[in-house]
């Protein structure tokens, strides 16, 4: 079985793809790939809550030391920024992060960071893919008989990095916090704890390899015991967290489920309008027309890239943008790290909160006012059976589904189809890099329309035989 690298570095099931052997031709191939490129030959392993991470991080170390590699390992699980930002910090050009981020339990998976924090990019991992996938000969050692690992703390310093770019005013607020048993505790806790935010409330904050069963994401589906609590114990907002810490999720204080494209587009309207910085934004195919439209009433443009954050972070460099962020709810900033944040998002939404000193809901409603714009965006997914993925992308990619909408434009790039249409609106569909299933995105005037055409689309892709 081939080892993949999608958007999000190689994911695999535990125990199927996701096993020891594997684990090692990876960290082999990144020795031989950093040999060749004359990278500095040191290195940072971080890993978060999930079955075998810990283990699979000194598996990883073992190979790096028998390579005479410096290796750093962290004391504690980690989030997967916290690891972004030492690979920056000390100037590093290789860092690991053993994490599936926001799969089923039952993956687990390897991210891989490169010389500024960057996610490594398209032509790193494919050289990675080629090495790994032949025979490769891996150079090994047994990590209890090595001396040469330091232990280092890879969460206070990013912490405090975070605590240099917000300003929260008031720390009265009252928040709520769902950890989804990841390790986004790790960070927020003590980030909460030095901004003086004493009103806490904090739920699931245990580890659990199994997230009791759910899937460790802050979508408003997984949001249920957040929504109830808010509401309970009257809470300014609730915020959450997936498994590695780089997604965010927030319930307003109505128990209404803020989406990431109303983040995205409130935290550039209020950097902009309320604290008077300048620059254009940054989006990925699958996220809303508001930010667009913020973005041209702010007097500035939006910029849209294919899904994966490393497209977001290096059109930001690119275009020395402000700010860039996608709809499953990561986004960064100008001079920050070049990775999405769970931790830093929520202390910038924090900092707006209390810095405009309107409810949630009052501001993500100014928001909208101040666009004019008003559509609706639905996510869902079609499955589909592995053998018949070429077939259909074949039909896609030739013949188009009749929607409700006349199809102004159609456009496909590497694994998205988007279908645009009048006032704004559009479809998209792409494949999912982990699993076989189409992602599908509809922004149209009305909920009910949206739902309209995922079906229409659902029909289409079913009845392609």
Request: hydrophobic share 40%.
């Amino acid at each position: 079985m081939d080892i993949k690298f999608g958007t999000g570095g190689f994911r695999g099931v535990i125990g199927d793809d996701f096993i020891k052997e594997n684990i090692k031709k990876i960290a082999q191939a990144i020795c031989n790939l950093a040999n060749e490129n004359n990278l500095k030959k040191e290195i940072i392993i971080g890993y978060d809550y999930r079955f075998l991470s810990s283990e699979a991080s000194k598996w990883i170390a073992e190979v790096f030391i028998a390579n005479n590699f410096k290796v750093n390992l962290c004391l504690t699980a980690t989030p997967s920024p916290a690891i972004m930002y030492y690979v920056n910090k000390h100037s590093l050009d290789i860092g690991v992060m053993i994490t599936a981020s926001h799969n089923p339990y039952i993956f687990n998976g390897i991210k891989v960071f490169t010389t500024g924090g960057y996610d490594a990019d398209v032509s790193f991992t494919n050289k990675l893919e080629k090495m790994i996938n032949s025979e490769i000969l891996v150079n090994d050692c047994i990590f209890e008989k090595q001396n040469n690992v330091k232990f280092v703390d890879g969460i206070t310093d990013y912490v405090n990095n975070i605590l240099s770019f917000v300003n929260v005013k008031n720390n009265n607020t009252k928040v709520c916090f769902d950890n989804l048993n990841g390790v986004g505790i790790l960070s927020i806790k003590p980030l909460l704890e030095k901004i003086g935010v004493k009103n806490t409330i904090i739920l699931n904050e245990n580890r659990d390899p199994l997230f009791r069963g759910l899937l460790p994401n802050p979508i408003e589906v997984n949001l249920n015991d957040l929504k109830r609590n808010v509401l309970e114990n009257k809470c300014d907002f609730g915020f959450a967290s997936d498994s590695d810490a780089d997604r965010l999720g927030i319930i307003d204080e109505k128990g209404h489920y803020v989406s990431s494209n109303e983040i995205l587009a409130s935290l550039y309207y209020y950097l902009v309008k309320y604290k008077g910085l300048k620059g254009d934004i940054v989006k990925n195919c699958a996220t809303s027309n508001l930010i667009d439209k913020v973005a041209s009433k702010l007097g500035y443009k939006c910029h849209e890239v294919d899904v994966g954050f490393k497209n977001i972070t290096s059109k930001m460099h690119e275009v020395d943008a402000l700010i860039g962020g996608e709809s499953s709810g990561g986004l960064t900033i100008r001079n920050y790290i070049h990775g999405k944040d769970t931790t830093f998002a929520f202390s910038l939404f924090l900092e707006m909160v209390t810095n405009i000193q309107k409810s949630v809901s009052e501001i993500i409603k100014e928001v909208y006012d101040f666009a004019e714009f008003h559509n609706y965006v639905v996510e869902d997914f079609i499955s589909y059976c592995k053998e018949d993925e070429e077939r259909i992308i074949s039909y896609l990619n030739n013949i188009h589904p009749s929607f409700s909408e006349e199809i102004i434009e159609f456009t496909h790039l590497n694994r998205n189809y988007k279908f645009r249409f009048k006032d704004d609106k559009w479809m998209l569909i792409r494949l999912s890099g982990t699993e076989p299933v189409f992602r599908i995105f509809a922004e149209m005037s009305s909920e009910e329309e949206a739902k309209n055409n995922i079906e229409i689309l659902r029909k289409f892709i079913n009845g392609i035989k």
